[in-house]
């Protein structure tokens, strides 16, 4: 596969780059019959559009997608389904870019940003754009929210929600989670009693032009047992890599996760009684997959996303030249970019999870084979 490239039967590659004209991508794999229009993905890329708030970068984009192959109509399909289809073949989609300002960038136009990708990507091709760091730029995520919403009509009956659970080192109760509450504030937090907490905190990183880190949830429901494969096609380990490939993440945590550590065996094991319609879980340490292979179970990760790199305090770096230098980044930047990454989390866990449904369905025809499964 590509380095743009993710995905087996369901694949998405992602091209564009934070300043050019445009960015967008390409979903190959997706069945035939599905209904899909614009309306369809625009209010995911709503969710992650910038500009939205104080807390956010202020570049306004409207990120109005376009899809430019892939779909049909005519009276056939209007009988079939009620509108425009999918057709099996590639689905393009457009996202312009509109509110560039490379301006601001000009003066590390040579300068390596601590923290950021800009030395990586000069030592691995020997040129990089530096207008709001070219393909680095979180920008790309918009192409990877637009296919989240496709994966999203594949996976009939699965709900995926996220969350953010903490910013900085305030973090909210486990025990007081709750899903349905995050587009009532503009943190995604899912415990109205974190809001005022986190916004103190932000005001301040704000204020100082520094950034502060986060950590977000993704909880999927409905993925029925059987899906994702053993050994190296596990359905936990692509969806840790689908997480760990989204800027700025660095860590990936299924289920207990890290805390798993600290458990006993006893503590640890998801006990199980049998139910009407197949096994009840007691508990779900292991976040819906065992083996590589889904139980039934939601689906839980936890996403750990860095600080954002460029800030306005003086940090020590060195340039193309190899001169040290003394470097602050201007320009529009998220103080924690965590807060917009909720749809792109959400989005990576669909894309990986419509791979693995198509996938089980090819290998097994989409049966489940254990007693009682659902």
Same mark, same amino acid.
């Given at each position: 596969?590509?380095?743009?490239t993710?995905?087996h039967l369901?694949?998405v590659t992602?091209w564009g780059e934070?300043?050019? !004209?445009a960015?967008?991508?390409v979903?190959d794999?997706c069945p ?7 309306a369809d ?14 807390f956010?970068?202020q ?5 109005a ?6 779909v049909?109509?005519?009276a056939?399909?209007?009988a079939?389904s009620?509108?425009q ?7 393009s ?8 300002r490379?301006?601001?960038?000009s ?6 940003? !601590? ?6 990507y ?5 040129v990089?754009?530096y ?12 192409a990877r929210?637009a ?15 996220g969350a953010v659970?903490?910013i ?10 709750d899903?349905s509450v ?5 943190f995604w937090?899912p415990d !109205?009693?974190i809001?005022p ?9 704000r204020k100082?032009?520094?950034s502060?880190g986060?950590?977000v949830?993704v909880?999927a429901t409905?993925v ?6 053993p ?6 380990a ?6 760990m490939?989204i800027?700025?993440?660095?860590g990936v945590?299924i ?6 550590a ?5 503590e640890n094991a998801d006990?199980?009684?049998m ?9 779900n340490s ?9 139980t ?8 750990a996303f860095?600080?954002?790199?460029s ?15 003394d470097?602050?980044?201007k ?7 965590g807060? #917009?990454?909720?749809?792109v ?7 990986v ?5 198509? #996938?089980?369905r ?7 084979h254990?007693?009682g499964?659902?």
């Amino acid at each position: 596969m590509s380095h743009n490239t993710f995905g087996h039967l369901f694949r998405v590659t992602t091209w564009g780059e934070s300043h050019g !004209p445009a960015l967008g991508c390409v979903v190959d794999g997706c069945p035939p019959g599905i209904a899909l229009t614009e309306a369809d993905i625009q209010p995911w890329l709503d969710r992650r559009r910038p500009g939205q708030g104080k807390f956010v970068t202020q570049r306004q984009e409207p990120d109005a997608v376009r899809i430019l192959s892939g779909v049909f109509q005519d009276a056939a399909t209007d009988a079939r389904s009620g509108g425009q289809v999918t057709t099996g073949t590639p689905i393009s989609m457009i996202i312009d870019n509109i509110d560039q300002r490379s301006r601001d960038y000009s003066e590390i136009a040579t300068a390596f940003r !601590p923290g950021h990708a800009d030395y990586a990507y000069f030592a691995k091709y020997g040129v990089r754009d530096y207008r709001g760091g070219g393909r680095q730029s979180a920008r790309e995520t918009a192409a990877r929210v637009a296919a989240g919403a496709i994966a999203r009509k594949i996976l009939a009956g699965v709900t995926i929600r996220g969350a953010v659970v903490q910013i900085g080192p305030y973090a909210v109760d486990p025990a007081k989670i709750d899903f349905s509450v995050t587009g009532d504030n503009p943190f995604w937090a899912p415990d !109205p009693d974190i809001v005022p907490i986190w916004e103190d905190h932000l005001e301040k990183i704000r204020k100082s032009g520094s950034s502060t880190g986060a950590i977000v949830a993704v909880e999927a429901t409905g993925v029925p047992a059987g899906w994702g494969a053993p050994i190296y096609g596990k359905l936990d380990a692509e969806l840790a890599a689908a997480c760990m490939s989204i800027n700025a993440a660095k860590g990936v945590e299924i289920g207990a996760g890290f805390a798993a550590a600290a458990l006993s065996g006893e503590e640890n094991a998801d006990e199980m009684r049998m139910g009407a319609d197949g096994p009840l879980f007691l508990s779900n340490s292991a976040g819906g997959i065992l083996g590589g292979i889904s139980t039934g179970q939601p689906v839980t990760a936890r996403v750990a996303f860095k600080p954002t790199s460029s800030i306005l305090s003086l940090r020590r770096s060195v340039n193309e030249a190899g001169e040290e230098i003394d470097l602050r980044t201007k320009g529009r930047h998220d103080p924690c970019v965590g807060l #917009r990454a909720v749809p792109v989390v959400e989005a990576m866990t669909a894309c990986v999870l419509a791979d693995a449904w198509l #996938r089980h369905r090819a290998q097994t025809g989409g049966g489940a084979h254990a007693p009682g499964a659902i």
